[in-house]
Nanobody
């Protein structure tokens, strides 16, 4: 497991934008894809978006399609989540994690969160109306 460090969260008004970053610490990402996940208060963790490390495929949850954009910078070993037109229901702790080739189909087609043993500290996003 590559240690991931999420950053960029904060407080925003509805309609505003934030950009989250997920940086690999210590070594490069080696997985097939990287996913952004979030856990709203009192709810289960859910899939937000994924991107293959090759960059040729992105998948989004219906709730964020057209508003969020996932991207990666191979040179910086970093994955981003640009969040536009934020809504109060986007309020959550956001996490990134690696997605193996074996898990990729269940994550992207069933929007199933893998049973990871480890999650980073995440970054809090709070959107007020």
């Amino acid at each position: 497991q590559v240690q991931k460090v999420e950053s960029g969260g904060g407080v925003a008004q509805a309609g505003e934008s934030l950009r989250l970053s997920c940086a690999a610490s210590g070594r490069t990402f080696t997985s097939y894809a990287i996913g952004w996940f979030r856990q709203p208060p009192g709810k289960e963790r859910e899939v937000v978006a994924t991107i293959t490390w090759s960059g040729d495929s992105t998948v989004y949850a219906d709730s964020v399609k057209g508003r969020f954009t996932i991207s990666r910078d191979s040179a910086k070993n970093t994955v981003y989540l640009q969040m536009n037109s934020l809504k109060p229901e986007d309020t959550a702790v956001y996490y990134c994690n690696e997605v193996s080739g074996r898990e990729y189909i269940s994550v992207t087609q069933s929007m199933r969160v893998p049973p990871y043993d480890y999650w980073g500290q995440g970054t809090q996003v709070t959107v007020s109306s």
